[in-house]
């Protein structure tokens, strides 16, 4: 019987830009008596790393588009927010409800394009997305492996509301070292029928998992590692596998 | 630190209709080392729950109606499922690339209205969804009270494609004992900031997180104990709370 832990890395100190993220969560996983291990699945909420990449702008630095101040005053929402929403979205999904659902320039479909105002110091800053969420990932997994001399995976996680379901769940928007989606067609079930339909997103079941220790509120736990669980190795893999094609969506 | 294990409950007999599901579950547990505890929560996939419920049809025995006949030869497939899948069905949302997604008589979209062929002995059998997953759920906690004296959080679980992402994840279809969703809106943040869209889907993450150790296919183990999470109760919590009214869905 293999039990999976589900660790949070505490201790780190409060993210800023430039920071060396691998580095410091090898240190702060060793720290709290759980260093890194080999195949140690290590998921990182996005805004860490944002801040780290520097992905951070003040709204008082913002002039606002008419466009943007249209949709503001029908919303109720602040200009400079609503620009940078727009400035990071590939497309407009739909608004109403104060919210904006957009397609950000990597594929997510999300509120406001991602763009997240909580756990980000400075009153009128927000968080913007990682540039390249995949890069991101590498980065911090080449950095561990630099440090630690481990082999590990990353992900970059974030919160996401969906449609159907209420609440939001985290999903991997970010990936490096994993295949993010076990695809289990034509395996055998317990009595012997080919699985015709399986293909399971482990990065966003893993991020989701991942969540349950990190306390983006309270307790300001941005990583957590997920140890004991065997996935498939990739070194090319994106999170843009984890992207539905709209003409392949049945769904919507 | 608190660190959050995922245990997989191994052997488990092969389920049969009227099986004592809470019972097998508690002596599992026992057999292998981590007796159930307070405050666990257990994940069961539904398939084991339609077994024990006798929730297993035999398509030999079903007449399709023309119209399920129709549908069947459009799509290449089994008259007979086919008119399963719409009795368990209130509504049909789309067809095409050989799947039918529809809304269940419980509200859930999915594929097939969660008919399923797999891990269902006997060629020609399917599963239906539990009747009422929030009552197999309760049935199930109430049991492992009986047997071991602990109070746990009890969760049916079932393998969800959603729109906008590639690959399944596990989501809750029944719960009792746990609320779903952790409102977590007026909370504040590392700064300060007051959050105001955060509710978090705590169940679809713990099947999520369950789903790690569940393996379907392989190894057959159909139930998973999360040990180590604080949750919140609720003698009256539904898996409807999940649903997302259409009217309310700004994603489609």
């Known amino acids: 019987m293999r ?3 589900i660790i949070p890395v505490t201790g780190l100190p409060i993210i800023k830009s430039g920071d060396d993220l691998g580095l410091l969560i090898c240190e702060a996983a060793a720290r709290q008596g759980t260093p890194i291990e080999d195949g140690d699945i290590v998921v990182v909420t996005h805004v860490v790393v944002s801040r780290a990449e520097g992905r951070v702008v003040c709204l008082d630095d913002i002039i606002p588009s008419e466009f943007a101040k249209t949709i503001a005053k029908e919303f ?3 200009p400079a927010l609503v620009e940078v929403v727009l400035r990071e979205s590939k497309s407009i999904v739909r608004m109403g409800d104060g919210h904006i659902i957009s397609e950000t320039k990597h594929g997510f479909i999300c509120a406001n394009a991602g ?3 909580s756990n980000v110091p400075g009153e009128r800053n927000v968080a ?5 969420p995949d890069l991101s990932a590498r980065r911090i997994r080449q950095r ?5 001399g481990k082999d590990v995976a990353v992900l970059i996680s974030d919160t996401h509301g969906r449609p159907l379901r209420n609440g939001e769940i985290n999903v991997a928007i970010g990936v490096s070292g994993i295949k993010p989606i076990r695809d289990r067609r034509g395996e055998k079930d317990l009595f012997g029928y080919t699985l015709k339909v399986k293909q399971t997103a482990i990065a966003d079941e893993l991020s989701s998992a991942a969540e349950l220790v990190i306390g983006q509120a309270d307790e300001g736990i ?5 140890r004991g669980y065997p996935y498939e190795k990739s070194e090319d ?8 094609l709209r ?4 769904f919507i």
């Not at 913007?128 to 390249?132: M, Q, S, T, Y």
């Not at 561990?144 to 630690?148: D, K, N, W, Y």
């Not at 893999?237 to 539905?244: C, D, G, H, Q, S």
């Open 144 to 148: 561990i492996r630099e440090v630690s």
């Open 128 to 132: 913007l997305l990682p540039e390249d």
């Open 247 to 250: 003409e392949k969506d049945l």
């Open 76 to 78: 109720n929402r602040d």
């Open 237 to 244: 893999a994106t999170a843009r596998e984890l992207i539905r």
């Open 222 to 226: 941005p990583v957590a590692i997920i």
């Open 3 to 5: 039990i999976i832990q």
């Open 115 to 117: 763009v997240d105002k």
